[in-house]
């Protein structure tokens, strides 16, 4: 992970600095460059008043002699005119790069150290890098044993209610056309120091129950504050009814594992292993709504309606899954009912498959 940190910001970076120069008037910079070769020659020139001055001091005060004065005065003003020439040199050629690519040129970025410090970018200033990130950890430190992992959590399936007093098979609502759908996070800490064998998941996710009822009825809300189910006055193509749950599983783990051992690690694998998992869930209904689709007067018509059809604002349950490796069977049993104050009690349950990715 560390390593695409690092090679993410190396793109940012570069980026970024391609993106300022390509927004900047390359005109204005390649003026500005040529207003720099008359500071580097005043420059250098000054320099070398300085050094012709301090050797002629040196000279009246007896250091040195005329013949040493007059070969320090020649090679300083050697050094000067070259100093002249490579940075003139080196601001034409800027300019000539300029102007051949129209100011989009590529700019080299360079990685010098990666430390404990941070990334360095770039050049030196005064013997210090002239970025440096500090406020990440670039040093690669591996923890010998991990208690706690992390899944994304999906699951799929049936979906359904059983009716109080009655059976599955009697229930208003269609067996394979009502489907639920589920995905979230999950953390998996080992309970004992030394086995692997029992594990605590606990997390969040976010439920999409859906019922479609049979009999071309649909939900309608009651001015008792109930909801039931009617005819509808049409031929209905689809009538479903859904409920969106953010709910924070847990579950106790159960199942083997291969203990993974080095020098630096010792680690614990499910991979190809049977486990079992029994818990439950605690939530709140974030919201109920209904999708009505027919035929009127030759026209097609969907209703979407969006209303509280006095469902239930928490959400509690019992669920249980098992399988090997990452698929699993998963059942959940929702404890409190559908609606509230409803004349008879209805709970959803769901069946179907869930994937720890």
Known sequence: MKTITT?????????????????????????????????????????????????????????????????????????????????????????????????????????????????????????KPAVLFKSMNWKNEIRYDRRTYSDFVMAVGLNNAIVEGQSLNDSPYKIGGSRFFEMGWQWRTRVFKNSNFMRLNYGFSFQFNGLKPKDNQYLVSLENGQSELQEFDYELDKSKFRMDNLVFPMHFEFGPSKQNTTEKTMRYSLKNQFRIGIGGYGGFNLGTRQKLKYNLDGDNVKDKLKRSYNTNDLIYGLSAYAGFDGVLLYVKYDLNPIFKDAAVDQHNVSLGLRFDL
Do not use: H, P
């Open 7 to 127: 090679y993410f910001l190396a793109l940012l970076t570069l980026f970024m600095m391609q993106n300022l120069m390509a927004q900047e008037d390359y005109e204005k910079r390649i003026e500005t460059l040529r207003e720099q070769k008359v500071k580097i020659t005043r420059q250098e020139k000054e320099a070398l008043k300085y050094e012709v001055e301090n050797i002629n001091e040196r000279l009246e005060n007896g250091s040195i002699t005329t013949d040493e004065a007059n070969l320090q005065k020649q090679e300083a003003a050697e050094k000067r005119a070259l100093n002249i020439e490579n940075r003139i040199t080196i601001i034409e050629n800027q300019i000539n790069l300029l102007e051949r690519n129209k100011g989009k040129a590529l700019v080299l970025i360079e990685f010098d150290t990666i430390s404990d410090k941070g990334l360095r970018l770039g050049v030196d200033i005064n013997g």
